[in-house]
């Protein structure tokens, strides 16, 4: 009796589960099934379990996958191909009850069985008062929540799938957003030929952020939402994701970012990473600015290391340096090629 009432306690102090965050652009967690390691997808903008097969024959079956982190839920999934590395994608249907916290600092997401949860619950986790979001039901099961574009009201999706927030091309601004370049990153089987581009502000969740770059999806691609709200606005952060109490809580951004943020301190945002060409958003009044760097620049080189998308797996970016474990330096040499193609190197300080 004595194990079953600590057992009930530990359920109300903390998340039930606890998992590293693998280092994609989209959430993905590193979890073991029947002993074997395995990264799933967390896909807040579809519904059903898809799982990679393991032979041809298998596509367009369904399986009975227990996944440790859905307990006690049995997890029915769909088996089928799609363009990612994770093993299964993960959607609504097995989250709706649950909560989800995101720490992409320390590498960690958090799962808890019951949504609902008490303050202290939420402050536990994110150790800070957040900012308080609404999540709203689109009315075809999906979450949404309210943002702003060049300060023009705007709905998105909720979806930890996408790398990258997006706008539906119907809804994108005439002035204030720069279109850089193509890319096959939308959908889930990547139909879509997004464009990438740069937003001059982008107002969520009581903070109002400058030169974000996003995608442009094909116009009335996206149904009934005018855009998402991807991972990539979790990053450098914590949040908690409680689907029943329809809120979405964001702690603050990081002081010492990572990855894609690293270079943020500096007023440089990084574009996602478009065959070959490390596009960037230079903030205004930044440093990045005041060295004469304009958004839309490409960054060839940092202290004359090459950027690559082989650095991923090392700093989470096409970034040479991981400056989480070196620390960001005042002064950065940085060479970038513009619009024109003229090359010129820069000595950014802070």
């Known amino acids: 009796m004595l194990g079953i009432a600590a057992f009930a306690i530990a359920q ?60 006690p839920d049995p997890s029915e999934a769909i088996i089928a191909n799609f363009p990612s590395h994770v093993r299964g ?8 009850t649950k909560a989800i916290g995101v720490d992409s600092q320390s590498g960690q997401a958090a799962f808890w069985n019951q949504g609902q949860l008490s303050e202290s619950q939420v402050q536990d986790w994110l150790q ?6 609404d999540l709203k039901d689109a009315g075809d099961g ?15 999706g909720l979806d930890t799938d996408s790398s990258i927030t997006t706008i539906d091309a119907s809804v994108a601004p005439t002035q204030g957003f720069q279109l850089l370049g193509n890319s096959n990153l939308g959908g889930l089987n990547r139909q879509w030929q997004m464009q990438i581009g740069i937003a001059d502000t982008f107002g969520f969740g009581g903070q109002e952020m400058k030169s974000v770059p996003m995608g442009e999806a094909p116009a009335h691609s996206l149904g009934a939402v005018q855009g998402l709200l991807g991972y990539d ?12 109490a329809h809120k979405l809580y964001l702690g603050q951004l990081a002081t010492t970012p990572t990855g894609p943020e690293a270079l943020d301190a ?5 574009a996602p ?32 290391q090459p950027l690559s998308s082989e650095n991923l797996a090392i700093t989470g970016s096409t970034l040479p340096i991981d400056y989480s474990k070196s620390g960001l330096p005042k002064t950065l040499k940085i060479t ?14 802070i």
Do not use: C, M, W
Request: charged share 20%; aromatic share 8%; net charge neutral.
């Open 142 to 156: 999906h979450y949404t929540v309210n943002a702003t574009i060049n300060g023009q009201p705007i709905t998105l």
């Open 12 to 71: 109300t102090q903390g998340p039930d589960f606890v998992l590293p965050i693998d280092r994609g652009p989209i959430l993905a967690v590193k979890t073991t099934v029947r002993g074997t390691d395995q990264t799933f997808g967390i896909d807040t903008g579809s519904f059903k379990f898809l799982l990679k097969p393991n032979s041809p024959d298998q596509i367009g079956k369904r399986a009975d996958v227990q996944i440790p982190f859905l307990s």
């Open 89 to 96: 994608v993960i959607g609504l249907d097995h989250f709706r």
């Open 266 to 270: 500096y007023g440089i945002h990084l």
């Open 273 to 304: 990473y478009l065959q070959g060409h490390q596009f960037i958003a230079v903030a205004p009044n930044s440093a990045a600015e005041k060295a004469g760097l304009k958004s839309g620049d490409e960054i060839v080189s940092i202290d004359d």
């Open 233 to 244: 606005l979790f990053q450098g952060r914590k949040a908690i994701i409680d689907f029943p």
């Open 336 to 349: 970038t090629k513009n619009l024109a193609g003229e090359t010129k190197a820069n000595t950014l300080t």
């Open 128 to 133: 800070q008062k957040p900012d308080v979001v």
